[in-house]
């Protein structure tokens, strides 16, 4: 049912914010640019929704952008994190908390023999990429077109999520010199990654992929693509790190990497591992991870990394993460994927419902596109209406085609409902 949106706080706020901030925000993707809406202003979450600050309630699928796997304010979550903090803050020594977390995350994912806890995704890919260059004395880093990073400067070109929405190639401020160490190729095409390393071979450090890219919408691996970038690299002494930012503690406890059976070199992390508060990781091998100061010569450190409360909210979420809380999920996403889908036949619309465990997007395509590319081509308008009909009707989609929904294991089969029944009615709308 289509509901009337109140909107007076949330006026005042954005009027305040626009003076303060470049488009109102502090992350681009918050401005709602790409549905051609005034930001949201978001003012509470608790379980599956979100209150904006005029106290309109939504079904949320931003999920903050990821972290969210619990739901918003988990009584455990919060009661861990408010226990944390009559410990102190930043203490600037380590702390029992980075401990725990640390043991927790390399229990679930092995591969991570040793790690280091950074303030963001971003910190922990810059880390991971100079970490590569070191180890192996090169300087080509190989991406794929429409996977992010994070705001990397060598990382922006051709880059997802927010670089996508704004259909900008890149960035300015970056030196050509440092995007010229960056070679782009498409998601899943295995003869592009042959002739890179045919040419290249011997100058590339590392292959950098998202192994379920979720930051052009979502693009799931095709068959064998994420075995052969481990044999492409592994034959040519360069290093494969998974970016598993959004997809660690996603895609199940073992990450993609346990999901595809994929042993990475290096693994990044963020979002779920500090449960919403500001937090990633990288880590690996042992011997690569020992060329990290102050045992070895690579750089990297942080004031406010492994932050105790971002450390007690993480184990906490961690801590809740059971198998069956995943499969739970993963059947209901099936179920919303499916409604999806047959919603957007009854309205005589080309989409296509990309998914990959709990991970979706509902791409305005004909056909599920296989790479950055071929998701660019989306219908962005039609996604743009779609969004504010689903609004209209207390639902909370990304505000831009090329990110991933977030559902977690607070969505239970009401929501899914809610956003199922939503999505038939916004599209039959859209139709007339
Ligand atoms: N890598 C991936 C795959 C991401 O999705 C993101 C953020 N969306 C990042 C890195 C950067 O993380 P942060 O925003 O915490 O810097």
Redesign the pocket.
């Known amino acids: 049912m289509r509901q009337a949106l109140i909107a007076t706080q949330q006026a005042a706020l954005r009027d305040r914010a626009q003076k303060l901030f470049p488009g109102g925000v502090n992350s681009p993707v918050r401005a709602f640019l790409a549905v051609g809406r005034a930001p949201l202003l978001l003012g509470r979450g608790e379980g599956a929704y979100v209150w904006d600050a005029d106290g309109n309630r939504y079904v949320d699928l931003i999920g903050g952008?990821?972290p969210a796997i619990l739901g918003h304010a988990h009584p455990a979550v919060v009661e861990a994190v408010r226990r944390a903090a009559f410990d102190g803050f930043a203490l600037g020594a380590t702390h029992p908390r980075e401990v725990d977390l640390a043991e927790r995350i390399r229990a679930a994912m092995p591969s991570l023999e040793r790690l280091r806890f950074t303030s963001?995704?971003?910190e922990a890919?810059m880390a991971a990429i100079r970490l590569a260059r070191a180890a192996t004395g090169r300087d080509l880093v190989v991406k794929f077109g429409g996977a992010?990073?994070?705001h990397v400067d060598s990382m922006l070109v051709e880059a997802g999520?927010g670089v996508a929405t704004l259909g900008i190639p890149g960035s300015a401020g970056v030196p050509a010199a440092i995007a010229g160490t960056t070679l782009v190729l498409p998601f899943n095409d295995v003869a592009a990654v042959d002739e890179a390393f045919a040419r290249h071979g011997q100058e590339i450090a590392a292959v950098i992929t998202?192994p379920v890219i979720?930051?052009a919408g979502v693009i799931a691996p095709q068959q064998h693509f994420l075995e052969h970038l481990r044999k492409a690299t592994r034959d040519h002494g360069a290093l494969l790190i998974l970016?598993e930012?959004?997809t660690g503690f996603r895609l199940g406890p073992g990450g993609a990497q346990a999901r595809f059976g994929i042993q990475p070199d290096l693994t990044?992390l963020?979002k779920i591992i500090g449960g919403g508060l500001p937090v990633?990781a990288y880590g690996g091998r042992a011997e690569l991870m020992a060329l990290v100061a102050p045992e070895g010569p690579v750089y990297q450190a942080g004031t406010l990394s492994g932050h105790p409360l971002a450390m007690a909210a993480g184990a906490a979420t961690l801590a809740r993460l059971a198998p069956g809380n995943y499969a739970t999920l993963e059947t209901r996403v099936e179920r919303l994927a499916a409604a999806l889908s047959a919603a957007g036949k009854a309205a005589g619309r080309d989409v296509a419902v990309a998914r990959c465990g709990p991970l979706l997007t509902l791409f305005f395509l004909a056909e599920l596109p296989p790479n950055g590319a071929a998701a660019l081509r989306a219908d962005r308008d039609l996604y743009a209406r779609f969004f504010t009909a689903m609004l209209e009707r207390g639902v909370l989609l990304p505000p831009s085609q090329f990110e991933a929904w977030f559902p977690g294991f607070a969505h239970g089969d009401a929501e899914i409902d809610a956003i199922a029944t939503a999505a038939r009615e916004s599209l039959a709308e859209m139709a007339r």
């Open positions: 952008w990821g963001s995704g971003t890919v992010y990073h994070g999520s998202e979720a930051n970016d930012v959004i990044t963020g990633g």
